[in-house]
């Protein structure tokens, strides 16, 4: 989760993909070593990060959803070149969500939404920051349903 990078690496490649939230570090790693960089795994964990959560089978997603699905189709298939079978792995995964969202959520309309505006935005191409986190579970704490 996330990396230490050589400071004329990061001018050599730029900035991150913008994603906001998922596949930003998997993305500029790939980018690394399709530059030729050597990367290494540090031993062990170095830094304990405070988990955001987990979700209940059954419970409504949040605005993660959104991003898990943009940023995911984004770099698997623009920047990662997938093939045909990764292509089909990364559609039947989708596929998944959304018969979990019909099958086990209680606000389907929602959650269903946020999947459908990742796919939306992955296909025009639209990156950053779209969904305010902090916005997002302010307005759905205040209409009593569950974040």
């Avoid at 964990?45 to 605005?63: I, K, N, Q």
């Avoid at 018969?99 to 086990?104: D, E, F, R, S």
């Avoid at 950053?128 to 009593?144: E, H, N, V």
Wanted: no cysteine.
């Amino acid at each position: 989760n996330g990396g230490l990078l050589d400071a004329d690496l990061v001018r050599r490649l730029g900035p991150p993909t913008d994603y906001f939230y998922w596949a930003e570090d998997v993305d500029y790693l790939t980018r690394a070593r399709r530059a030729g960089a050597h990367v290494e795994r540090a031993p062990g964990e170095l830094v304990t990060h405070r988990a955001l959560g987990r979700r209940s089978r059954g419970e409504a997603r949040d605005w993660r959803l959104y991003y898990i699905t943009r940023n995911t189709l984004h770099f698997r298939i623009r920047v990662k070149g997938a093939g045909l079978g990764e292509r089909l792995r990364t559609w039947w995964g989708l596929a998944k969500t959304a018969a979990a969202i019909v099958l086990l959520e209680g606000d389907k309309r929602r959650s269903a939404g946020l999947l459908r505006a990742g796919i939306r935005d992955y296909r025009r191409g639209v990156l950053g920051r779209t969904i305010d986190p902090d916005g997002w579970t302010a307005r759905y704490r205040s209409a009593g349903s569950p974040t």
